[in-house]
């Protein structure tokens, strides 16, 4: 009945993570950069949260507003 040959499943890629990977590595790339040409300048760089890229504040802000909606859910309703 079968002829002994195996179906190849064809193999998907996640185009969409590699894309944000890509992202994510360049920005990564390209913050060190910046910081290590400030390093070499002497330029103060701030300390605390003043001195986190872009993508590291935007992380910093989703998790402060998922915490604050836990305490709503669960404390207030």
């Known amino acids: 009945m079968s002829s002994g040959k195996k179906k190849h499943k ?3 890629r996640n185009k969409s993570k590699d894309w944000f990977m ?3 590595k ?3 790339e390209y913050d060190e950069e ?3 040409r400030r390093e070499e300048e002497g330029t ?3 300390k605390g ?3 986190l890229n872009a993508f590291e504040v935007g992380c ?3 998790i402060v507003l998922g915490l ?3 305490f709503i859910r669960y404390v207030v309703l």
């Open 60 to 62: 910093v802000i989703a």
């Open 10 to 12: 064809k193999k998907v």
């Open 44 to 46: 103060a760089s701030p």
């Open 68 to 70: 604050i909606g836990c």
């Open 22 to 24: 890509d992202y994510y």
């Open 34 to 36: 910046n910081r290590r």
């Open 26 to 28: 360049t920005g990564r």
């Open 49 to 51: 949260l003043k001195n």
